[in-house]
C-alpha cells in the first residue's frame, strides 16, 4: 500500500502542475517522495514532490525547458496564499535563501540563486519553504529531500538531448 501511494503522490502532483492528467507525460522514474518527469511536446522536464504533511496542496519542483537553455530552475507552489508583504523564505539546513514570490507560487530571483539552492538540497535530509498567509499566520511547507537528487538529475537527462 505505501508503494502505491509513493508512487501515486508524484503523479497527482505533476497533474496538478501541468493542470492536465500525468498519464500525458512520460515517466522517468519515483524515487522515495520525488518523481521525475518529461513533456515531450513543449518539451520539459520536471523533477517534483509534495510536502511532507499529508494536508498540504504546495509542491517543490525543478524544471528544465533546453529549447530556452533553462536548466535546474526551482519553483514552489505554496500550499496557502500569503500575505502580499510577507517574504518568502527557503531553509536547506543552515542556508537561507530569500525567494521571489507572487500570491501563491515562489522561485529564485536568479540562475545563480537556482544553481545554489540545487547544490544545496544535494546534500540535506530536508526543506521548508517558510511565509505568512493572507491572514498573517506564520506556515512552512516542509519536504523530504531523499530522492531529490537523483529525480533531479533524471529530469535533466530526460531533457538532455532534446533542443
Do not use: N
Not at 2 to 17: D, E, M, Q
Not at 139 to 152: E, N, P, Q, V
Amino acid at each position: 500500500m505505501r508503494r502505491a501511494l509513493s508512487l501515486a503522490l508524484p503523479l497527482l502532483i505533476f497533474g496538478t502542475l501541468c493542470g492536465t492528467s500525468a498519464h500525458a507525460r512520460d515517466s522517468l522514474g519515483i524515487f522515495e517522495a520525488w518523481g521525475a518527469f518529461r513533456d515531450p511536446a513543449t518539451p520539459r522536464c520536471y523533477a517534483i514532490a509534495m510536502p511532507v504533511a499529508r494536508d498540504r496542496q504546495g509542491f517543490a519542483a525543478i524544471g528544465s525547458w533546453p529549447r530556452r537553455q533553462v536548466r535546474g530552475q526551482v519553483h514552489f507552489r505554496l500550499s496557502r496564499m500569503r500575505s502580499e508583504e510577507a517574504p518568502v523564505i527557503l531553509s536547506i539546513g543552515d542556508r537561507r535563501f530569500p525567494l521571489v514570490a507572487g500570491q501563491v507560487d515562489a522561485w529564485a530571483p536568479d540562475a545563480r540563486a537556482d544553481a545554489a539552492i540545487v547544490a544545496a538540497l544535494r546534500s540535506a535530509t530536508s526543506m521548508s519553504v517558510q511565509t505568512r498567509d493572507a491572514r498573517g499566520r506564520g506556515f512552512a511547507d516542509t519536504y523530504a529531500l531523499r530522492g531529490a537528487a537523483t529525480a533531479i538529475d533524471a529530469a535533466a537527462l530526460g531533457c538532455a538531448r532534446t533542443r
